[in-house]
């Protein structure tokens, strides 16, 4: 059964609307991981658009399952992962126009940044896993730079608009989870997964952990952050291997 890690930016998005000091991404956290939570998700954006650096360092103190941060590639963001420790770091791509993020790393276009990046976060003893497409030869090049983890974007599959799209689009994300645990990598999913969609996500056996956010929030501003999580992870766990 898949791990749900459980992202909470969106929570700090609704404290930065007003510049407040609530709802409190701490205070989600703790409520996610009294809900079944297995890890708490958050991605320190470059802009610091909603989760902000204090938040990171009251969650490492706090968090008491998993504290995966997502981060771009930067030596910035490299500077703060090496100062919190968090247990993983996922490689996402950023930019400051998008909503959110809106496609996997180009690992192949640019391994040879990821290089050190990979080695350096490996080296201060933290996890690395790289988001990307569910594409065979970004899930290869992962490999070869020594990456723990890929986390595999489920997009595809959330957008799809009919059976056709959706049988299409989780055969690509079968085939990335499949070579990627042939190779040695841990294999995580995420990204649009919904209450409503992510049964056929959680039921792949090669896939150990999903991270999910804004359904999550927006499912617990109307029953409440520990809920909402159980919820989800009952989900998880009724999931029909496949």
Sequence with gaps: MARLGVNIDHVATVRQARRASEPDPVHAAVLAELGGAAGITVHLRQDRRHVQDRDLEVLRQTVRTKLNLEMAATQEMLRVALTVKPD????VPERREELTTEGGLDVVL??????????????GGIEVSIFLDPDLEQVKEAHK??????????????????????????????????????????????????????????????????????????????????????????????????
């Design 88 to 91: 993983q770091a996922t490689l």
């Design 110 to 123: 640019n391994s040879v940044q990821l290089r050190p990046i990979v080695k350096t976060l490996a080296e």
């Design 145 to 242: 730079l020594d990456a723990q983890a890929v986390e595999i974007n489920t997009a595809s599959w959330a957008d799809a608009r009919d059976a056709k799209q959706r049988e299409a689009a989780l055969r690509r994300i079968v085939d990335a989870a499949r070579l990627g645990k042939r190779l040695g990598l841990l294999v995580h999913a995420g990204h649009g997964l919904t209450y409503q969609n992510v049964g056929p996500i959680a039921a792949l056996s090669e896939v150990s952990e999903l991270n999910i956010g804004h359904s999550i929030v927006s499912r617990a501003v109307l029953v409440g952050m520990e809920r909402a999580v159980r919820e989800m992870a009952e989900l998880l766990k009724g999931a029909l291997p496949r």
